[in-house]
């Protein structure tokens, strides 16, 4: 049951006191070890916590369609959120794309 909890109404592994950066280090871990959907439903919470790191990261599995359904609009839009945070790959990411992002 704590699992199923977990899944729809929070990020926590610890209880209350887990805080989102704690969460944010499980998050790559988890997508290092290529465990997308567990990791999405930490990134998720990125906007939230106005996370720059996490909204990159969860841009790139919008991108791929990992652990969440293949979304190019919904991965530019985080990409942009992040790069305004000031996150520099994110910056990066954006320039990349730029036609992309001009033509949708």
Same mark, same amino acid.
């Given at each position: 049951?704590?699992?199923?909890?977990?899944?729809? #109404?929070?990020?926590?592994d610890?209880? =209350?006191?887990?805080? #989102?950066?704690?969460?944010?280090?499980r998050?790559?871990?988890?997508l290092?070890?290529? !465990?997308?959907e =567990?990791? @999405?439903? *930490?990134?998720?919470?990125?906007?939230?916590?106005?996370?720059?790191?996490?909204?990159?990261l969860?841009? $790139?599995?919008?991108?791929?369609?990992q652990g969440?359904?293949? =979304?190019?609009?919904?991965?530019?839009?985080? $990409?942009?959120?992040?790069?305004?945070?000031?996150?520099?790959?994110?910056?990066?990411? @954006?320039?990349?794309?730029?036609?992309? *992002? !001009?033509? *949708?």
């Amino acid at each position: 049951m704590k699992s199923l909890w977990r899944t729809f #109404f929070g990020f926590s592994d610890e209880g =209350d006191n887990e805080t #989102f950066a704690h969460a944010m280090g499980r998050a790559r871990h988890l997508l290092e070890m290529q !465990n997308y959907e =567990d990791a @999405c439903r *930490i990134l998720k919470f990125a906007d939230r916590y106005q996370d720059a790191e996490g909204l990159y990261l969860y841009g $790139w599995c919008c991108w791929r369609g990992q652990g969440v359904v293949e =979304d190019a609009a919904k991965a530019v839009k985080l $990409w942009k959120k992040s790069a305004a945070l000031g996150y520099q790959p994110a910056k990066t990411r @954006c320039e990349e794309i730029k036609d992309f *992002i !001009n033509s *949708i």
